[in-house]
């Protein structure tokens, strides 16, 4: 655990840092490197992508950089520079002379380009800069001099790989001073190239346990966590998550793990049910729409106790209500199975149609609802003409409420929305955000979070942003938003008046927030992406 010191004018102030470990910066390893000197430990990775069967949270404008190259101390194992790459990260080497580090990034795209880049990292000022002048897929790298790098990159595409019978090519950049090199300076064109054969050097496996192995030496323990999808404060400083291998875990609010519930799969919604004794867990297992299965869980909160609920051949997203209700619905692609629901008991009181869903359409987690809410498409498609609907009392009727989009003369297509049910002086309402999809490029209003007059659906304020929201948790008449940028954003609920915005940092590098929960008087806690958990202070 790592307690950060509070920053002055933030949102809120970490804490405590709850799952930190050894290497936690670059989530899964593929690539372990020591430096001829012992210096530095240069690690590449991946947290993973930033999406589970029922939700995407990967949007934003700019490029994905969800790949990492961390460079550690190796005498203390604190990470010095952390690198964000839009690529695999495939090879690196340390240059045998100066403090230099040539990082080989890049992938297929699944279609016809093979994409990538050589980045060169200056280890005393942690610039990092892309050498060369075009995409290349960089797999293989060696130093064989002070002066020449050798390396192994991918031909430009499946054209070539078929003029060339392989996908790669060997080549040499020869410089007298790596000190100095300028972005894209490098001409590809201009490189000898020599057909070989294309190897794939990574190796998941291997550097994981190279890692534990040198955490061990340390006296420390490498524990490989990523994604914590769901996170909840509870009334006694615990804290409860969601990440992948771990349906659910606790710990105290002395920052010391409780308990924790294994999963084939990852944790992905946890809801804790009225009064707070324990919580309805769902997690996923697979990774594709057509061969992942849900188990849905009661579990005691006190002590980790299980309780299966449903198992079911299919994945599925769950929604409850303030009054304990659950709702189960299929995220199948492509499927059309009713949605069950259940009253507190657990007993199924009704099934209802909803329509087919997708992942990018149809999340709909409005935290606190006096009913269950859902997003269902009116049009001759599922995903078209959205409302938010909600099911009667008597769990038997669905009732359109209205359009999830807001403003009819832009008419725009709205996707994924996060949100939380509040009342107050303004009366009741559910704030949201959403991503207006309108056939234009990436526009920094096309991320937005509204405040919206329950049941009719009126839109009071809005907020534009430029990445997509995680996240929406409201504390105290403020609105807690996290975007996948690594920003925090807080908003008056009132009026939508931005009260202050940070970016997440644990141990001075950003991080990236996926949860978000809430809980008086001042407790804010967020779930990250490379598997820690930030108990926070509102600011």
Avoid at 72 to 82: D, F, G, N, V
Avoid at 90 to 113: C, K, T, V
Avoid at 135 to 150: A, H, M, N
Wanted: charged share 20%.
């Amino acid at each position: 655990m790592n307690v950060a010191e509070p920053d002055e004018g933030a949102v809120a102030s970490v804490r405590q840092v709850l799952g930190d470990g050894p290497f936690a910066e670059v989530g899964e390893a593929c690539v372990v490197l020591t430096d001829p000197t012992g210096e530095h430990i240069a690690v590449g990775g991946s947290p993973g992508y930033l999406q589970w069967t029922g939700r995407d949270v990967g949007r934003t404008t700019g490029t994905r950089a969800w790949h990492r190259v961390g460079v550690y101390a190796a005498r203390t194992l604190r990470c010095r520079w952390l690198l964000r790459l839009r690529w695999d990260v495939n090879a690196l080497a340390f240059h045998p002379e100066r403090p230099i580090l040539a990082i080989g990034s890049g992938s297929y795209d699944g279609g016809h380009m093979f994409e990538g880049e050589l980045i060169i990292l200056d280890l005393d000022s942690g610039r990092g800069v892309s050498l060369l002048d075009r995409s290349r897929e960089v797999t293989q790298l060696r130093w064989r001099d002070g002066q020449t790098l050798e390396l192994t990159m991918s031909v430009r595409d499946d054209d070539e790989l078929e003029e060339l019978g392989t996908s790669a090519v060997a080549t040499t950049i020869t410089l007298d001073d790596w000190t100095a090199v300028r972005a894209r300076s490098v001409r590809v064109a201009d490189l000898p190239a020599t057909p070989v054969e294309g190897v794939d050097g990574t190796n998941r496996a291997t550097a994981e346990a190279a890692l534990r192995a040198i955490a061990a030496e340390a006296g420390l323990r490498r524990v490989l966590r990523s994604h914590v999808w769901a996170v909840a404060a509870l009334a006694d400083g615990r804290v409860v998550a969601g990440l992948d291998r771990v349906a659910a875990e606790c710990w105290t609010g002395a920052g010391e793990p409780l308990w924790s519930l294994p999963a084939d799969g990852t944790g992905c919604q946890i809801l804790v049910d009225p009064g707070g004794a324990t919580a309805t867990v769902n997690s996923s297992r697979g990774r594709r729409w057509d061969d992942s299965r849900a188990t849905i869980e009661r579990v005691g909160l006190a002590d980790g106790s299980r309780e299966p609920l449903h198992v079911l051949g299919h994945s599925a997203v769950i929604t409850t209500d303030d009054g304990g209700r659950l709702a189960v619905r299929d995220t199948s692609h492509g499927a059309h199975r009713p949605t069950l629901v259940f009253d507190p008991s657990g007993a199924l009181v009704a099934e209802v149609q909803l329509g087919g869903y997708d992942l990018f359409n149809h999340f709909l987690d409005i935290r606190r609802a006096p009913t269950l809410l859902f997003l269902k498409g009116m049009g001759q498609q599922s995903y078209e003409d959205k409302w938010v609907v909600a099911l009667d009392p008597a769990g038997q009727v669905i009732e359109r409420l209205f359009p999830l989009e807001w403003d009819a003369d832009r008419g725009g297509h709205i996707r994924d929305s996060p949100g939380v049910f509040i009342s107050d002086a303004e009366g009741d309402a559910v704030i949201h955000a959403s991503i207006v999809h309108n056939g234009l490029p990436s526009l920094p209003a096309n991320v937005q979070v509204v405040r919206r007059s329950y049941p009719d659906g009126r839109a009071q304020w809005t907020h534009a942003a430029i990445h997509q929201v995680t996240a929406v948790d409201a504390l105290d008449g403020i609105v807690y938003v996290s975007l996948n940028s690594g920003e925090l954003l807080a908003l008056r609920a009132t009026d939508g008046h931005v009260l202050g915005q940070q970016k997440l940092m644990v141990n001075g590098h950003p991080v990236v927030p996926l949860s978000l929960g809430t809980h008086p008087p001042d407790t804010v806690v967020i779930g990250t992406l490379d598997g820690r958990i930030l108990v926070c202070q509102t600011g």
